[in-house]
Structure formats: C-alpha cells, structure tokens
C-alpha cells in the first residue's frame, strides 16, 4: 500500500482517496509548486487534481545544492529547471491561473522566461512575482504591459527596462513593487504610471541600485515607498518630483537630494522621513541639499516620524525654514545632536499647533558643567501623551522628563519605556523616581514597560 509523507506523520493512499477533490486541491495549494507537482505520480486522479492549481511557484534554486553539485553539473539542473516549469505549465494546459511567483537567473534564456510569463498572463493571471537576474534583460513581453487581469505586480531584480510599449495600460492593477529596476527616462512616469488608472500602492526599492525615478506622478496613488541608498543616483538625479495629489502613506528612505521640484502631496495623512546625508568621500565637490519643498509637500501630515539621521537633515537643510503643521496630531522625533534637539524640535513643536502625542527618542545630554536648559515648549501645547523611549535613568534624562510635566498641562499620560540592558531591580528604582516628580496636569498617568 503507498504511503504519502506530508508535515508529521504518513497516511496511506487509501485514506487520501476518501478525501473529497476540493478538499485535497486545498491541501496541495499549502504545497510548493515543486512538492505538489511529486504528486502527480501517485495515480491519474492526482494528476488531475494537480492540474487545477491556481498558484503557482518556481525557484531555480530549488534546483540548486552548492555542496553536491560541481560546475559540471550546472547544465543539466538549469536544463532539469526549465523542464519542470515547462512540464507543469503544459499539464495545467489552459487552466486560469491566479498568482505567479518566478524566481530564476539567466541559464533558462530570455526566450523560455518570456514565454512562461506570456502563458500565465493568457490565463488571466492577477498575482505576478518576477525575480528575475538578467543583468543584460532590457525588456518585458509587451502583454505584461496589456494585461487586463493584473492586480499585484512585483517586479526585479537589478536590470534596466529601456522601453516601455506606448499602449501600455493596466486598467486594474493596484499594488507594483519594483525592486532595483531601473527605467529610462521618464518613461516610468509618463508611461508605466500613466497607464496604471487603478494604482493604489507602489514601492520603489532600489537600496544599493541606482535608477530611482527622478518623477512620480500618480493622481491614483495612496501609499508610496522609496527605500534608495545609492550614492550614484544622489549625482546622476540631483532632484525628485512627487505629484501624488491622494496620496495617504509616504515611506522615504533615500539621500537628500540638491533639490525637490514639485511635491503635491495634499491629502498626506501619515509620514516617514529617513533622509541621510552623502558620506565625505562619495562627493568629489561640495554637496548641498535643500529639503524645504519636500517638508512643505508634507505640512498637512497627521502622523509624522523622524529618524535621527533625517533630524539632522532637516536641521540642516530646510534652508526656506519649516511650514506650519497645522493638522499634526502625531510626532515621533528621534534626535540625539545638539543643534536637532536645541533647535529643530522646539521649531517644530511651535509649528505643530494641534500635536496631542509626542514620542521622543535619545533624549540630548546638558553639557558638563553647564546649568540644565529644557527645550522650550509652547504655552498652548496640547500635547496629551508622552513617549519615552529607550529610557536609562541618568540624572540628564529626568530632568528633561520633569520639565515636559511642568510644562504640558493637557498631558493625560506620560509613556516610558526603560532600555532592554536595565536589570528589574534599576528599573524599580527609576520607577520610583519618576512617579516621585511633580506634574502641572493633575489627571496624569504613568506606564512603564
């Protein structure tokens, strides 16, 4: 009697066989493409439940053991790869398909890919994952461009798309994460995005390659990533445009760059800023950003967060000086230089007239020897809870957080939480201190976590 090996424990054919085909369809999608596939050797009624899979995966590197296999090998596994997806896409025949995830080097050859991803979108594919590492690969089978079933496109890695077909419309896709895929020109904007009336959600992840796109206009968009860390595109595109005019969530993570043009991003509800500056020996000559319009972009943010290297940037190089946040309700500033905390987060504490919570990080040390000066919180704050992060207890520390209670009136509750080194019995002890300060609000509480 055959037995099936599946998570803990074997079961017989026999008692596969009572299982009804929906339910055994179900347990096979839990299965890599790769596993589900070995089923089908089993008996003719598996092949035929193999068949109605609806997502499918395949990854060479399944295929791929560096400690068995020498390069002489190599041949015949891409060759065993190409085979199996070319096996299990013909055994499938014209069945719809619902999501494609594709992850392969160039060994299957340009040709064989396209034609793998050109049968999936013919099945009405609505969920594409492409991994794809032809360094030499500039372009795509023009029906991914076409497609009318596409919502959800994630697409990579590390190749240029010089072309991008004019007709290109993809009237339903929603979600497009490009990972280190560059675009030339303006045709990412102009075209690709232009031919997207449905795009909702888009990342640009682009790390440690260049190509980011200098303009990303969308009037569809809500949420925007752009993570960029790569030095050649802070020289290469010295300015980036947003014209996201219903854009919700802005992640961006990125060097700051000589200048923003337009930045329309009205109806910003939530930011994160992580900015950074060049390091000394990525510049051959003087390198001056200015993020005023990018800080004006956002001044209609309800929720904003600072990292500490994006605190720096600001304090630095808003050089048309900080808006009016006039509907910030949320602030979380992590700064730990003199100039970030003395300056910049008093500046936007003043500007933020409706800010009720506040979450500061690495609160900034009083000079030795120097009389403690806390920074200056307007009289008509309405800051109702304070975050405290990565807490120690020095004496500097409790100085700072007995000046916000003395000077936030509206405060209701006050959030500490203490550094992951404190032994219990410090953290005891800090606990004592800081419920032992005085508070102008008499309706305060206090959590420790």
Wanted: hydrophobic residues 40%; contains cysteine; glycine residues 4%.
């Amino acid at each position: 009697m055959f037995q099936v090996q599946l998570g803990m424990g074997s079961v017989s054919m026999a008692s596969w066989d009572c299982l009804p085909d929906e339910l055994l369809v179900e347990i096979l999608s839990f299965l890599p493409t790769k596993q589900a596939a070995s089923t089908s050797v089993l008996a003719k009624r598996w092949r035929t439940l193999f068949a109605v899979r609806q997502n499918l995966d395949f990854d060479d590197s399944d295929f791929l053991n560096p400690e068995e296999v020498g390069e002489d090998d190599m041949d015949e596994i891409n060759e065993s790869f190409r085979n199996f997806v070319d096996r299990t896409l013909a055994l499938q025949g014209a069945q719809p398909i619902n999501k494609l995830s594709l992850k392969c080097g160039e060994e299957p050859g340009e040709d064989h890919v396209d034609g793998w991803i050109i049968n999936t979108l013919d099945r009405g594919v609505s969920e594409l994952q492409l991994c794809l590492t032809f360094h030499m690969r500039t372009r795509l089978p023009s029906n991914l461009f076409v497609s009318k079933t596409l919502v959800k496109l994630i697409l990579g890695k590390e190749f240029c798309i010089d072309c991008v077909p004019s007709d290109t419309f993809l009237p339903v896709l929603k979600i497009m994460f490009l990972h280190s895929v560059w675009f030339m020109g303006t045709e990412f904007s102009d075209v690709l995005l232009a031919g997207c009336p449905a795009l909702e959600d888009l990342t640009i992840h682009h790390k440690y390659f260049f190509g980011t796109p200098e303009i990303i206009s969308s009037k569809t968009l809500k949420r925007l990533s752009i993570i960029s860390k790569c030095a050649e595109d802070v020289h290469l595109f010295e300015f980036i445009s947003l014209d996201a005019p219903n854009l919700v969530d802005l992640f961006y993570a990125d060097y700051a760059r000589r200048k923003y043009h337009r930045c329309n991003l009205d109806s910003l509800v939530k930011a994160t800023l992580d900015l950074h500056f060049l390091e000394p020996e990525e510049c051959d000559e003087p390198f001056e950003p200015n993020v005023t319009v990018l800080m004006n972009g956002i001044r209609n943010v309800k929720k904003l967060q600072l990292t500490f290297s994006a605190t720096e940037v600001i304090s630095e190089c808003c050089k048309g000086g900080l808006p009016v946040f006039k509907n910030l309700l949320e602030l979380v500033f992590f700064g730990n230089k003199e100039k970030v905390w003395k300056e910049l987060l008093p500046l936007v504490l003043k500007n933020s007239p409706n800010l009720k919570c506040l979450i500061l990080s690495a609160l900034y040390p009083c000079t030795y020897g120097h009389e403690f000066d806390g920074i200056p919180i307007p009289q008509t704050n309405k800051i109702n809870f304070l975050g405290i992060t990565c807490y120690q207890g020095t004496e500097n520390e409790l100085k700072h957080v007995s000046h916000f209670l003395l000077k936030m009136e509206r405060l209701q509750l006050l959030q500490v939480h203490f550094s992951m080194t404190l032994v219990d019995s410090k953290r005891v002890q800090l606990t004592e201190d800081l419920l032992k300060l005085p508070r102008a609000s008499s309706t305060l509480t206090m959590q420790f976590v």
